[in-house]
């Protein structure tokens, strides 16, 4: 598996991180479902059609999805039209 890294503007880094508990049961931070369904959308981060629409139909189906907080991130990283799109067709 092929790692890329690419950098994040400052105003962007922060928002949208969580936290859960990992495997192991300690407290970490990580980035919410809606703020990584925004950011996969980013030409930047050039993700496989094929991964975008799958954590899509995976996010729809989610009890605790929440399409005010994705189209928020989405209209920050500049996406919006690009995730209504998706929302259009899953939902």
Do not use: C
Not at 39 to 49: A, G
Not at 59 to 65: A, F, G, R, V
Not at 72 to 90: G, H, I, M
């Amino acid at each position: 598996m092929d790692i890329k890294a690419h950098y994040q503007i400052k105003t962007l880094q922060d928002i949208g991180i969580t936290e859960t508990k990992s495997f192991n049961g300690n407290t970490i931070k990580v980035y919410s479902p809606e703020r990584t369904l925004a950011e996969i959308l980013r030409t930047v981060n050039m993700v496989d059609i094929e991964t975008i629409t799958n954590a899509y139909k995976t996010w729809t189906k989610s009890n605790k999805k929440d399409i005010n907080v994705l189209m928020d991130f989405a209209e920050k990283f500049k996406v919006a039209d690009k995730a209504n799109s998706y929302l259009e067709v899953l939902l």
